[in-house]
């Protein structure tokens, strides 16, 4: 089974900094690799989907890359709404998993 | 406006069953893989079941194989959890969620959740 190693579990930064989640498969998944936003009492929100592309309406600070095995979400400046947990999720192949999620405060 | 809403949640004793409904509005139902996903109190997402298009191919996670069938009802656009032998581990939200053509498991729409309370 495929397993997704994400981190930090939680990290808090301040509104304009550049903020950095990664996320690592344990096997192949080529760029088959979403990104979720969830906010507290709400269903995820889907941010980028095949590991570098942005969902219609998402903001542009939003980015998706790559380097080798490790996947990365990247808001280029936070801004106070960007407060959240997000998921990053393999969808090569059942089953299908989610990362244990990264809890981004804002100072 | 696509739209997915849950529905037969409650609380349920360990032992017991229950089932869950989601009805889709606002796209064509039979054409698209439909995903039940949970989250229990103060804990990530976990995968439970995923259907594909026109009632073909179902995928189960590991926790829930042998107590837990996932159908779907094209001509009502409603998908189904029919949920068996629960444990206290099953207390959580359920969410359904819409995928993309192409995609069976890249969820680009939810429903708000449903939620299950196991316990006695």
């Known amino acids: 089974d495929t397993q997704m190693t994400q981190s930090p579990s939680s990290l808090s930064a301040s509104v304009g900094d550049r903020v950095t989640i990664t996320c690592r498969a344990n096997?192949?998944?080529?760029?088959?690799l979403a990104w979720y936003q969830q906010k507290p009492g709400q269903a995820p929100k889907s941010l980028i989907y095949?590991?570098?592309n942005l969902q219609s309406g998402v903001p542009s600070r939003f980015s998706g890359s790559r380097y080798g095995a490790d996947f990365t979400l990247t808001i280029s400046s936070l801004q106070p709404e960007d407060a959240a947990t997000y998921y990053c999720?393999?969808?090569?192949?059942?089953?299908?998993?989610f990362g244990q999620g990264t809890r981004l405060e804002i100072k | 406006e696509v739209q997915l809403l849950e529905s037969g949640g409650g609380l349920v004793q360990p032992g017991g069953s229950l089932r869950l409904s989601c009805a889709g509005s606002g796209f064509i139902f039979s054409n698209y893989a439909l995903t039940w996903v949970r989250q229990a109190p103060g804990k990530g997402l976990e995968w439970v079941s995923t259907?594909?298009?026109?009632?073909?191919?179902?995928y189960y996670g590991d926790s829930v194989r042998g107590r837990f069938t996932i159908s779907r009802d094209d001509s009502q656009s409603t998908l189904f959890l029919q949920m068996n032998t629960l444990r206290a581990e099953d207390t959580a939200m359920y969410f359904c969620?819409?995928?993309?053509?192409?995609?069976?498991?890249?969820?680009?729409?939810w429903g708000q959740g449903t939620l299950v309370t196991v316990s006695s």
């Open positions: 999720q393999q969808y090569n192949n059942y089953p299908i998993a």
């Open positions: 096997h192949g998944i080529s760029n088959w």
């Open positions: 259907i594909h298009g026109s009632g073909g191919d179902t």
């Open positions: 969620a819409k995928a993309v053509v192409g995609a069976d498991a890249l969820f680009e729409t």
């Open positions: 095949a590991a570098f």
